[in-house]
């Protein structure tokens, strides 16, 4: 079966740098995305990784390992803003989205 | 970037009651837009798949009869919630990919419905 895997939660301080650590087992791969979800709202897109390697976008950074079904997101300077469910998502062989259950990041002062 | 369109933010009805809420491409085509739900503190589920100009396909225990979507253009999917029961209250999401294949998807605001 298709599974992905994150931890339920996190817990961080404010400035600190945390790493998200997501691992999947598809039916083949097309992708895979971090999406980040703010309670009671909708996800937001935040970065996708097909090719092996660190992809980084300001104070995101996500990495990505075919070989070893393994993807992390990596935020720095982390803020009170950012306290929020991470999502991990990989496109299967047939461009299906197939979603973890989301990591709960919390922030502490 | 695209956008995409949902309405309502929120509804309230009574049970027995249906609720028709909207989602929209507003600056893309989209022949499929995808219908989620989720419950309080638990991740989002894949209800159906709206495709422009055919039938919805729906995901294993999505009853198609109680949960109608119509996907007559391009821009616009239409899920209705017939008969609404307390147990259907959750957060709604629409999404859609501005390209087909692995682009990513944008998602809608949201609707929450709450069935008293």
């Known amino acids: 079966g298709q599974n992905i895997d994150q931890p339920t939660e996190m817990t961080a301080t404010e400035g600190a740098i945390v790493q998200i650590n997501c691992t999947y087992q598809?039916?083949?791969?097309?992708?895979l995305f971090w999406y980040q979800q703010h309670a009671g709202e909708a996800p937001t897109f935040l970065s996708y990784?097909?090719l092996d390697g660190l992809e980084e976008k300001g104070r995101f950074s996500s990495f990505l390992s075919r070989s070893k079904g393994y993807s992390y997101l990596l935020l720095k300077e982390l803020q009170m803003k950012d306290s929020a469910s991470y999502l991990c998502?990989?496109?299967?062989?047939?461009?299906?989205?197939?979603w973890g259950a989301g990591t709960k990041l919390i922030i502490k002062p | 970037g695209a956008v995409v369109s949902q309405h309502p933010s929120w509804v309230i009805c009574k049970s027995g009651t249906s609720v028709k809420i909207e989602c929209r491409s507003l600056?893309?085509?989209?022949?499929?837009m995808f219908w989620y739900r989720q419950f309080p503190k638990q991740s989002l589920m894949l209800m159906a798949t709206?495709?422009?100009?055919?039938?919805?396909?729906?995901e294993q225990g999505v009853e198609k009869d109680k949960f109608l979507i119509n996907h007559a253009s391009l821009t616009l999917s239409t899920l209705t919630v017939t008969s609404a029961h307390p147990e259907d209250s959750s957060f709604y999401i629409c999404?859609?990919?501005?390209?087909?294949?692995?682009?990513?998807?944008?998602f809608g605001n949201g609707t929450r419905l709450t069935v008293t």
């Open positions: 999404s859609a990919r501005a390209v087909e294949g692995s682009s990513p998807l944008h």
């Open positions: 600056d893309f085509q989209a022949t499929t």
């Open positions: 709206s495709n422009e100009g055919s039938k919805a396909t729906y």
């Open positions: 598809t039916s083949g791969f097309n992708g």
């Open positions: 990784n097909v």
């Open positions: 998502a990989v496109s299967d062989s047939n461009y299906q989205l197939i």
